[in-house]
Nanobody
Framework: QVQLVESGGGLVQAGGSLRLSCAASGSIFSINDMAWYRQAPGKRREFVAT???????MYADSVKGRFTISRDNAKNTVYLQMNSLKPEDTAVYYCNAIVITTARSMANYWGQGTQVTVSS
């Protein structure tokens, strides 16, 4: 089995910064894409950013220029640096990873989520 554990959420004022972390552990052979999604109250879960094992990145238009995704492949960890936060960034942030397990199967895993609240 594979587990993803997020950390780093919290309460911050508008214009502030937070850094989220997500560590993957378990029966991991390798990890392809690692990504962040978020879900605000009453809304559908939406894509935020993704980073391939090659290092290529993609961002949602709403966070471009403010958020930066990075990863430490040796630690199976992905980060999300969030700057210039806005109240509309308030959501539960979820980590996602496409994992090749030690059994050589590919599966999509989610973390439990971490709350980010931005006050105006």
């Amino acid at each position: 089995q594979v587990q993803l554990v997020e950390s780093g959420g919290g309460l911050v004022q508008a214009g502030g910064s937070l850094r989220l972390s997500c560590a993957a552990s378990g029966s991991i052979f390798s990890i392809n894409d690692m990504a962040w999604y978020r879900q605000a109250p009453g809304k559908r879960r939406e894509f935020v950013a993704t980073m391939a094992s090659s290092g290529s990145t993609m961002y949602a238009d709403s966070v471009k220029g403010r958020f930066t995704i990075s990863r430490d492949n040796a630690k199976n960890t992905v980060y999300l640096q969030m700057n210039s936060l806005k109240p509309e960034d308030t959501a539960v942030y979820y980590c996602n990873a496409i994992v090749i397990t030690t059994a050589r199967s590919m599966a999509n895993y989610w973390g439990q989520g971490t709350q980010v609240t931005v006050s105006s």
